[in-house]
């Protein structure tokens, strides 16, 4: 700064030193602009007024807005809330019918063992049938053996003689598994 302007009176302030140096500020060479000018350009330009409205349809309209936009606040609220329950419910809904699927599986898988089990244990009950050794070692723990004279009961039948012609026909004879059954039990 080489010299310091009086802002009340516009004038130069010759006795200002630049920074506590020895020598007095030198007076620049400007041409002096009018205090008015110099003010008046400065200032911000006004606005037109406005036309003036009735205070309370003002404070109405004002109150109406801030209505409006605190109702469209709390509409928005309501609406994130209602948005986020929604996605919470249904991921609770698919949990809820994961896990009734998951113990319809192992209920499944439950019965698929218990029938696994009961099969094995019908292949073994059949395979016990078909081995004549075993079904001769339960009789005679049973005491099961021939029957006796008196538990015997003969009855004759007598066959008409179209039956063996249309028994021979399907391939099976009945009469010869009649017959081969006496040779086994005697």
Do not use: H
Not at 50 to 61: F, G, L
């Amino acid at each position: 700064m080489a010299a310091r302007r009086n802002r009340r009176t516009n004038e130069w302030d010759a006795n200002w030193y630049n920074y506590g140096a020895a020598a007095p500020a030198v007076k620049p060479e400007v041409p002096e602009i009018p205090i008015e000018e110099q003010y008046y350009n400065d200032a911000p330009v006004r606005r037109k007024p406005q036309e003036k409205t009735e205070p309370k349809k003002q404070m109405m309209v004002g109150f109406v807005a801030e209505e409006r936009k605190a109702s469209s606040r709390i509409f928005k609220n309501i609406a994130f809330f209602a948005a986020v329950f929604a996605i919470c419910s249904f991921v609770v809904m698919r949990y809820a019918q994961i896990s009734s699927k998951n113990l319809e599986n192992q209920k499944i898988e439950a019965n698929i063992d218990n029938m696994e089990t009961q099969a094995e244990l019908l292949d073994v009950a059949i395979n016990e049938a078909k081995d004549l050794t075993v079904l001769q070692v339960r009789a005679e723990e049973l005491g099961l053996g021939f029957a006796g004279t008196d538990q015997v009961r003969y009855i004759t039948v007598e066959m008409p003689a179209e039956a063996p012609a249309a028994v021979e026909e399907d391939g099976f004879d009945i009469l010869e598994v009649i017959d081969k059954v006496r040779d086994i039990f005697g």
